[in-house]
T-cell receptor, first 116, second 114 residues
């Protein structure tokens, strides 16, 4: 199994530009999570999907952030327009949801975003 | 609501000494607790979990965690630390209403010095 795949691994952009981060969850997993990690705020849950449907987006900072999951094997997190304070590492994670309480989340390697 | 707290931002220990990384939890029902490790420039990796049963849980890389219901704690331990254990450690608790959702602590940076 390839694990959770994220692309790009690094992204450097200028303020005001649109940024799209991509995630491919583990095959067969039915829930997907987007997290943001910064030194100041630690690990924050932005949004999560169950069976491709957004369940809770209360962690999305503002309207500049949007996320989609058009199918079970792909999700995007978009920032438009980007701002320097969006600089962070963005993680995608997935979980099977079929193993009950013994299941655990699996994290991708992250995308390090720098907004200049 | 469920939550976990990691009271120490950083823990320093000498190689070969035992280590403890602390975690306390707040859960309205039975807690389902996890530990994850994050190495530099990597995503979080699962270490171990407590669902039910024995209070001492054994996990990867020689780590174990002790569940203590009376103290609402789930401390991570290792009898003999290695320099390679230096990393960021996260405690997490499962949401009781949406089992797929986890609440993570703020993380504790473990430094193991040779």
């Amino acid at each position: 199994d390839a694990g959770v795949i994220q692309s790009p691994r690094h992204e450097v952009t200028e303020m005001g530009q649109e940024v799209t981060l991509r995630c491919k969850p583990i095959s067969g997993h039915n829930s997907l999570f987007w997290y943001r990690q910064t030194m100041m705020r630690g690990l924050e849950l932005l949004i999560y999907f169950n069976n491709n449907v957004p369940i809770d987006d209360s962690g999305m900072p503002e309207d500049r952030f949007s996320a989609k999951m058009p199918n079970a094997s792909f999700s995007t997190l978009k920032i438009q327009p980007s701002e320097p304070r969006d600089s962070a590492v963005y993680f995608c994670a997935s979980i099977s949801g079929l193993a009950g309480l013994t299941d655990t989340q699996y994290f991708g390697p992250g995308t390090r975003l720098t907004v200049l | 609501a469920q939550s976990v707290a990691q009271p120490e931002d950083q823990v320093n220990v000498a190689e070969g000494n035992p280590l403890t990384v602390k975690c306390t939890y707040s859960v309205s029902g039975n807690p389902y607790l996890f530990w994850y490790v994050q190495y530099p420039n990597r995503g979080l990796q699962f270490l171990l979990k407590y669902i039910t049963g024995d209070n001492l849980v054994k996990g990867s890389y020689g780590f174990e965690a002790e569940f203590n219901k009376s103290q609402t704690s789930f401390h991570l331990k290792k009898p003999s630390a290695l320099v390679s254990d230096s990393a960021l450690y996260f405690c997490a608790v499962r949401d009781l209403y949406n089992f797929n959702k986890f609440y993570f602590g703020s993380g504790t940076k473990l430094n193991v010095k040779p």
